[in-house]
Nanobody, 124 residues
Framework: QVQLVESGGGLAQAGGSLRLSCVAS????????MGWFRQAPGKEREFVAY????????LYTDSVKGRFTISRDNAKNTVYLQMNTLKPEDTAVYYC?????????????????WGQGTQVTVSS
């Protein structure tokens, strides 16, 4: 079991930026793809971004393409989500998650370890 701890959330104005971090415990971080999800009040958890174990491939949901960037530093057991040009509709709790071995995809059922989440609030 791996523990994931997110940080970097907070309050931002529309058009601003935030950088989320997710630190993983354990020695196997570099073996797995990672993802970011978010959940707004009253809505289902939705996929945001995905990155392979090497960082060689990334995926994004359409609403964040060109604004968000997922990256990772395997030496630091950390995955990042750089969020630029924030919009009020980006307001949500953001979660990082570890993908099941060999998985490429956006479904939450394809991820087996989740962090506790970090709140991002974007004011208009």
């Amino acid at each position: 079991q791996v523990q994931l701890v997110e940080s970097g959330g907070g309050l931002a104005q529309a058009g601003g930026s935030l950088r989320l971090s997710c630190v993983a415990s354990g020695r196997t971080f570099s073996n797995y793809a990672m993802g970011w999800f978010r959940q707004a009040p009253g809505k289902e958890r939705e996929f945001v971004a995905y990155i392979t174990w090497s960082g060689g491939m990334t995926l994004y949901t359409d609403s964040v393409k060109g604004r968000f960037t997922i990256s990772r530093d395997n030496a630091k057991n950390t995955v990042y989500l750089q969020m630029n040009t924030l919009k009020p509709e980006d307001t949500a709790v953001y979660y990082c998650a570890r993908a099941l071995a060999g998985v490429v995809g956006s479904g939450a059922q394809l991820y087996d370890n989740w962090g506790q989440g970090t709140q991002v609030t974007v004011s208009s």
